[in-house]
C-alpha cells in the first residue's frame, strides 16, 4: 500500500507550527501504528544537536526510527547545492516512508530566508514528495483582513507551485474572535491562542542568558514564565507587582531584596514566583546565600552576566518551543488544537485508512478519548502530592475527568504554585471540612455498626484521605478514585473492601494488567493483588477479567495458564486451574476459554496448531489467568521489559464502583492513564 504522507508549511514566522505538528502526529497515531516525522531541511546549529521537532515528536510519540533517517540537508547544504539537496531530500524521504502507512512532514522554519520564498521553497518540496499541502498562518494580533489575505496568498501559491493544498490552519486567535472568522471562513480551521504554549520555559531563558543555577529545584526549571517585572523599586512597592508564573529580574548585589521574595514565594497567598535571575554576574553576600541555601526553597535562583536592561529586553523577545517531556505543555497545545481543528476532517481527506492493529499510543489515545467522552469526576486523595499535581494539570486541560483533589488547599495550592502547575478547573476538598466529615462519619457508623463501629471513632477514620475519598465515591460525589503514589496498597484499597464493597456474583476482588505489545493488547491477571486463589477465585478472576477486557474493547479469549496443556499433566496446581477452568465455564457458558493452558500454545499459533488444534482460543488468547501472584507478577514484568511492552494498571476488578491503586513508582503519564481507565469503568457501571 502506497503511504500516506502530509506536509505541513507555515507561510509566516511566529506561526506556531510546532504545535500543530503536535496536534496532527496526535491524531495519525489514533488511526494507524506505522507513522514516521520527517523534516526536509533542518538548522545548521541543529545538526548535531538535533532538530527540536523531530527530537520532541520522535519522544512523545516512541517512534522508533534513528534521528538521522528522520532529517535532510541543513540549510549550508541546500544553498551550497540546491539541486543536490533536493534530491538528497526526496531520497532519505522515500527511504523512511518506505517502512511506514503515513509520514508528517513539517516544513522548514522561517529564518533563513524572507516569508514568500520560504513558504513557496516549501511548496516545491512538497510537490517533489508527492505530498498535499498544509498550510499553518499565524493569527496573533492580525486583523481580519490580514488573515483573509494570508489564506489567499497561501492558496494561490500552493495553485502556483502545482501543489495539492489540502487547505489552511490559522493558528494563535484570540479566542473571542474564533466564531465570527468562522462564518467569514467556512472550511478553515482556526485554533486558539494560549499563552502558556508561546511562554518560555525558566530553563529556555536561562539557555538563551547562558545562565547558571545557583539554588532552586531542577524540575521546576520547566515552569514556563508569563512575564517579568524588573526589580529596580523598594520590595514593598515591588511586591505589588508579583503575579503567578512571574520572573524576576533583579541585580545580584540586591541580596535583601532576594531574601525578601524568598519570603513572598512561600507565603501563603501570594503569588508564586517562576524564577529569580540575578544580572551583572554578581553572586549574593555569602551570609545572604546561605540563608537562602538554608531554606531549601524549590525557586531557580539563575545568575547571569548579562545586565538588567539586556536581561529584560531578552526576556520580552524569546519564545517557547515544544522540548521532549513538557507534558503539561503539551496537553494545552493538544486541548487548544483539539477546539479549533476538525480531527476527523482532516483525516478523511487523507483517506487514511484505520490500522487492524491495537499499537500502545492508539489504546492509550482510545482511552482518553472515551474517558473524555464520559465526563466522569474522579477524586484523588494524595492531593499535594507533585506527581499527582501534575496529572491533574494535564487531566483538567485535557478534559479527561472532573477532578477533587484531596487536602488543605493552602497546602495545595502552595505545592502546585511551588512547581507551576496550573489547577485551573480542578476542586480541592479539605478532608477535615466538619459537615462533610461529619456526614461520611454517620454513614460509615451504619455501614459498619455490625463491627461496633461508634460515631466518635468514624469521625476520626474519616479524617483519613483513603477512607475520605472512599466515601465521596460510595455517596456519590465521586465516580472513581485513584490513589497509592504515596501510600500502600493495603491503605489505598482497604476502605473499599469495607464500604464499597464487591458486585453481586463476585466473592473476590482481584485485578489486570493491560499489556500493549507492538501491535496488540493483551490482558493479564491477577498480578497484584491476591496471592495464591483457590480454584474457586480463580474462575472468579477468569470471568472478571473477560468482563474488564470487553469494557475495554478487548474481545475476550481467556487462557487459564499452567505447566500443563490440556490433559497431560497431573498435580496439585493444575489441578486446581482446571477444576477453576470447569467453574468458570458453567458461570459464562458463552465465553471463550481454554485451560489448562500452556503460554506457548495459548500466545503462538503454530505451537497451538500442534498441542490443541481444535481450540478457539489456543494461539489467540487475548486475556491470560495465572495460578498465583508470584507467576503473575514475574510474568507480566518479563514481558514488559523483554517485548518492550507498556504496562497499564493494575486495574482493579470486581467492585461495585472504581478505585484503582498506582505504584509508588508511578509516572505522571501512569497517572493520567489510570484516571482514564478509572473513569471508562465508571461509566461501565
Known sequence: MATTSIYLASLDAGSGKSAIALGIMDLLTRRTGSVAVFR????????????????????????????????????????????????????????????????????????????????????????????????????????????????????????????????????????????????????????????????????????????????????????????????????????????????????????????????????????????????????????????????????????????????????????????????????????????????????????????????????????????????????????????????????????????TLLGEEAEVRTQAGQIGVDLAGVSILNPGDHEIRERFAKEYTQLRAHKGVTFDAAYDQMADVSYFGTMMVHTGMADGMVSGAVHTTAHTIRPSFEIIKTRPGVSVVSSVFFMALADRVLVYGDCAVNPNPDAEQLADIAVSSAATAAEFGIDPRVAMLSYSTGTSGQGAAVDKVREATEIARKRRPDLLLEGPIQYDAAADASVAGTKMPDSQVAGRATVFIVPDLNTGNNLYKAVQRSAGATAVGPVLQGLNKPVNDLSRGATVPDIVNTVALTAIQAGEK
Open 40 to 403: 526536509p531541511v533542518v538548522a545548521d546549529d541543529h545538526a548535531e544537536s538535533g532538530d527540536p521537532v523531530v527530537t520532541a515528536l520522535t519522544a512523545q510519540y516512541r517512534l522508533s526510527e534513528p534521528y538521522a533517517d528522520c532529517v535532510g540537508p541543513t540549510y549550508s547544504e541546500v544553498r551550497a547545492d540546491p539541486d543536490a539537496a533536493l534530491a538528497a531530500i526526496v531520497d532519505r524521504y522515500r527511504a523512511l516512508a518506505d517502512g511506514h502507512d503515513v509520514v508528517l512532514i513539517v516544513g522548514s522554519d522561517h529564518s533563513q530566508s524572507p516569508a514568500p520564498l520560504e513558504y513557496s521553497f516549501n511548496t516545491r518540496i512538497a510537490v517533489n514528495l508527492a505530498a498535499p499541502l498544509l498550510t499553518v498562518i499565524g493569527g496573533k494580533d492580525q486583523s481580519a483582513k490580514s488573515i483573509d489575505e494570508a489564506l489567499t496568498v497561501a492558496r494561490r501559491q500552493a495553485e502556483a507551485d502545482h501543489a495539492a493544498h489540502l487547505g489552511s490552519i490559522v493558528n494563535r486567535v484570540d479566542p473571542e474572535r474564533i466564531e465570527a472568522l468562522r462564518e467569514d471562513h467556512p472550511g478553515v480551521d482556526f485554533v486558539p491562542e494560549d499563552p502558556a504554549i508561546a511562554a518560555p520555559t525558566v530553563a529556555e531563558l536561562m539557555e538563551a542568558a547562558d545562565g547558571a543555577l545557583l539554588s532552586g529545584d531542577e524540575q521546576v526549571l520547566s515552569r514556563t514564565v508569563g512575564d517579568v517585572v524588573v526589580a529596580a523599586m523598594t520590595l514593598p512597592n515591588l511586591l505589588t507587582r508579583l503575579a503567578d508564573n512571574k520572573a524576576v529580574i533583579l541585580p545580584g548585589d540586591r541580596g535583601e531584596t532576594l531574601l525578601g521574595l524568598l519570603a513572598a514565594h512561600h507565603a501563603e497567598g501570594v503569588p508564586s514566583l517562576s524564577a529569580v535571575f540575578l544580572t551583572g554576574g554578581i553572586r549574593p553576600d555569602p551570609n545572604i546565600f546561605d540563608i537562602v541555601a538554608r531554606t531549601e526553597s524549590r525557586l531557580p535562583i539563575v545568575l547571569v552576566d548579562r545586565d538588567t536592561f539586556d536581561m529584560a529586553n531578552l526576556a520580552g523577545s524569546i519564545e517557547g518551543r515544544l522540548g521532549m517531556g513538557d507534558e503539561s505543555k503539551f496537553a494545552a497545545v493538544l486541548a487548544a488544537f483539539s477546539q479549533g481543528v476538525d480531527g476527523d476532517k482532516l483525516v478523511e481527506s487523507l483517506q487514511l485508512t484505520k490500522s487492524t492493529a491495537v499499537t500502545p499510543l492508539m489504546f492509550e489515545h482510545d482511552m482518553l478519548e472515551r474517558a473524555r467522552s464520559l465526563r466522569k469526576h474522579i477524586v484523588l486523595p494524595e492531593g499535594a502530592e507533585p506527581r499527582i499535581l501534575r496529572a491533574a494539570e494535564i487531566l483538567a486541560k485535557r478534559g479527561v475527568a472532573g477532578l
